[in-house]
Nanobody
Framework: QVQLVESGGGLVQAGGSLRLSCAAS????????MGWFRQAPGKEREFVAA????????DYADSVKGRFTISRDSAKKMVPLQMNSLKPEDTAVYYC????????????????????WGQGTQVTVSS
């Protein structure tokens, strides 16, 4: 089992940057494929980015490709999400998620494939 805690959210002007962090507990961090999702008010939770168990493969939603970067630090059990060139439409609660029992190179886009979730961190981008 793994517990996830997000941090780093806040208020930023359009064009600015934020760096979210996801801290994972547990001894088997490398067993999990990881992902970031977001949910804006009145909208469904949507995929943002994913990273494989070893960190060698990444995947991004078209809306954030080229602006966001996901990574993972196995020693620190952290999954940062660097967000640049932020837009007002990026405003949402951002969630970190972990999927167990996946292949080494697996990347997951569906929220239904993830087993564990953090509590979320609010990101607000002003115009």
């Amino acid at each position: 089992q793994v517990q996830l805690v997000e941090s780093g959210g806040g208020l930023v002007q359009a064009g600015g940057s934020l760096r979210l962090s996801c801290a994972a507990s547990g001894r088997t961090f490398s067993s999990y494929a990881m992902g970031w999702f977001r949910q804006a008010p009145g909208k469904e939770r949507e995929f943002v980015a994913a990273i494989s168990r070893r960190g060698g493969s990444t995947d991004y939603a078209d809306s954030v490709k080229g602006r966001f970067t996901i990574s993972r630090d196995s020693a620190k059990k952290m999954v940062p999400l660097q967000m640049n060139s932020l837009k007002p439409e990026d405003t949402a609660v951002y969630y970190c998620a972990a999927a167990q029992s996946t292949g080494w190179g697996t990347l997951l886009r569906s929220l239904h494939e993830y087993d564990y979730w953090g509590q979320g961190t609010q990101v607000t981008v002003s115009s």
